[in-house]
Each structure stands twice: as structure tokens, then as C-alpha cells.
């Protein structure tokens, strides 16, 4: 069975003055046990500069994307209480967490680099999970909540995909998390996420945003049965732009705009040249000075990046 774990990633945080350090904190709420839910039509809200999407529907007062609440109930079950995070608070018992449904999307200001984030579940899928209810399974059961068997043979998970987009929000890279899992060969390593947990999010590279997909092994006639939400907080974010602005004492690149042949001066690792979507175009190791054919690049903005120890320097390249 897999083994899933969260690590944490704070590795070369602090020398970029301006990365981003999202929290729900500045945002207001009327009080105490209280949420937003976007019933005011804005369309979304704003955290420290990052952008998360929210479409409400005054109809039935129906919402998906993202909300933010101060709710601490963990033990009422069912949709009543949709807003509350089953960890009883923000990360690090602070008070404020977003919740998405079913599937948000958070638009970065510009093209930079996720670090890491913190989920959990929300208390109405953990819950529901833990204990079954009305329309979806006990996780762990042979059964579905018609008291039928499912199929899964008890191996049951639900699945948050993270997906980093380019500037028109087409998916250009994917991580899997999961908020429960039931797969593992020792029941005792089971697992339904009652905790903040820290997520690994360099993989997806250079991004304009995120957007979240969930998958459980329970799903019925009309899809997925276990309650589609998500609990996050605590999101780091480094600005492309702002990490090229402090990493330009670091190595030369010339001319600047390019023709055919770019000359590179000074310093030493693995250097990509990575075009707005975030693909890589080209990469090669580089010792104090290259020179490469950049014929093949198209008319554009791009970025230089060079890689050593694990931090990443860029500048800005314009052919």
C-alpha cells in the first residue's frame, strides 16, 4: 500500500523579502463562530494579494470556489455545518482558514512559485467519513450507505489534486494528497486528516495559479458520495519577478533582448530557460560562463533560471 506523507518546505523562504505569506487573519469577520460565504456577489475574495475564486447563487444560498469562516465546531455532523474545519481552527490554532467547494481556483499576481500550504478536512467530510451518514459510506466498510457492498473491500480514500495553471488557466502540473486513506495494509496507519497538515508544492514548478480536484473511492449513480470539501491555509507564494529583481548580483545574462545567442557570465549550476506558462524550453549545466543558441525561442518573455543547493535565481529574458 502507499504510503502518503506531508512535508513541510521553507527551504530559501527567507532570503526573498517580498514571498508571500498567505493567512486569512486581515480579513474581517462580523464575530466569533462566523463565515464568509460570498453572498455578497463579489465574485471572490482577497487575501494579502492572492485571488480566491467564490460564485454564490442567492437561490437556495448556494456557493462554490472558496469561502473563509472562524467556525470551530467538530462535532455537529452534516451540511449544517459546512464552514467548519474538522482541526477546530486555522493552522497553528489561528482563528481564520479557508474552505473550498468542490473544486476553487486561486489566481496568483503574477507568474511565481507555490512553496506549501496546509490542509485538513472540513468537520462535515470528516465526520461523515468517520461515521457514514444518509448518502455516503463509513470509510473502512465493506458496505455502502445502503448497507450493500461497494466493491472496495474496505480500501477506501479521498483525494485532494492540486494543479499548477498557466496564464490561461490550462493545467501544466499535478500533485496528489489525500484527506483520508484506508488503503494501507496495517488498518492502524489509516488515516482521515483531523490536523493541518503541510503540503510540498515546488513540484508544480512556475505557475499563475492553483485550482483543487477531489476524488473518493465512494461514488454513486450521481458521482462522488463523501462530501466534496477541503479545509486550506497558510499558503507560501514566491514572485517570479521579485526573486529575479534580488537574484541579478548572481550571474549576467547578454544581450538582453536576445537574438540567436545568449551569453551567460558568472556563477554555477543547472540553468533552464522557462517560458510564461512555466514549461521548461531548454536546460544545460552552466560553470561561470556559457554561451547558447536560443534560435528555437519564439518572440516572447521568458525567465533564466539557475539552480544550486536547492535555490533557484532568475532574471528576466526577452527575446
Known amino acids: 500500500m502507499k504510503k502518503i506523507v506531508f512535508t513541510a518546505c521553507f527551504a530559501s523562504i527567507s532570503m526573498f523579502a517580498s514571498a508571500q505569506f498567505v493567512t486569512f487573519e486581515s480579513l474581517t469577520l462580523p464575530q466569533a463562530e462566523s463565515y464568509y460565504n460570498g453572498s455578497d456577489g463579489a465574485g471572490g475574495f482577497d487575501a494579502m494579494g492572492i485571488y480566491f475564486s467564490n460564485d454564490y447563487t442567492q437561490?437556495?444560498?448556494?456557493?462554490?470556489?472558496?469561502i473563509y469562516s472562524n467556525l470551530t465546531d467538530v462535532t455537529t455532523p452534516g451540511y449544517v455545518n459546512q464552514y467548519s474545519a474538522f482541526a477546530g481552527s486555522g493552522a497553528d490554532t489561528s482563528e481564520k482558514y479557508a474552505i473550498c467547494y468542490p473544486a476553487g481556483k486561486i489566481t496568483f499576481p503574477q507568474l511565481g512559485m507555490p512553496q506549501n500550504l496546509k490542509i485538513t478536512n472540513t468537520t462535515f467530510a470528516g465526520i461523515s467519513m468517520r461515521d457514514g451518514d444518509a448518502y455516503a459510506k463509513k470509510?473502512?466498510?465493506?458496505?455502502?450507505?445502503?448497507?450493500?457492498?461497494?466493491?472496495?473491500n474496505g480500501e477506501d480514500f479521498f483525494k485532494l489534486t492540486i494543479n499548477g495553471l498557466n496564464f490561461v488557466d490550462e493545467i501544466v502540473s499535478s500533485i496528489d494528497v489525500y484527506l483520508a486513506?484506508?488503503?494501507f495494509a496495517d488498518n492502524a496507519q489509516d488515516f482521515i486528516l483531523n490536523t493541518w497538515q503541510s503540503?510540498?508544492?515546488?513540484?508544480?514548478?512556475?505557475?499563475?495559479g492553483l485550482s483543487f480536484d477531489l476524488q473518493s473511492s465512494?461514488?454513486?449513480?450521481?458521482?462522488?458520495?463523501?462530501?466534496?470539501?477541503f479545509a486550506l491555509d497558510d499558503l507560501y507564494f514566491i514572485p517570479l519577478e521579485s526573486i529575479a529583481e534580488q537574484a541579478k548580483q548572481d550571474f549576467k545574462i547578454y544581450p538582453n533582448p536576445i537574438n540567436d545567442w545568449l551569453t551567460i557570465q558568472g556563477g554555477n549550476g543547472k540553468v533552464q530557460i522557462v517560458d510564461p506558462t512555466g514549461k521548461?524550453?531548454?536546460?544545460?549545466e552552466h560553470?561561470?560562463?556559457?554561451?547558447?543558441?536560443?534560435?528555437?525561442l519564439e518572440l516572447g518573455t521568458y525567465f533564466v533560471q539557475m539552480t544550486k543547493d536547492g535555490i533557484i535565481s532568475s532574471q528576466k529574458l526577452v527575446k
Not at 437561490?59 to 472558496?66: E, H, I, L, P, S
Not at 521548461?280 to 544545460?284: A, D, E, P, R
Open 59 to 66: 437561490a437556495g444560498d448556494y456557493w462554490n470556489g472558496f
Open 139 to 152: 470509510f473502512g466498510s465493506l458496505n455502502n450507505a445502503q448497507g450493500q457492498p461497494d466493491g472496495t
Open 181 to 183: 486513506d484506508f488503503r
Open 199 to 208: 503540503v510540498d508544492l515546488t513540484s508544480l514548478g512556475n505557475v499563475y
Open 218 to 229: 465512494d461514488v454513486g449513480d450521481f458521482g462522488m458520495n463523501t462530501p466534496a470539501y
Open 280 to 284: 521548461v524550453i531548454q536546460s544545460f
Open 287 to 296: 560553470q561561470e560562463f556559457s554561451k547558447i543558441n536560443v534560435s528555437n
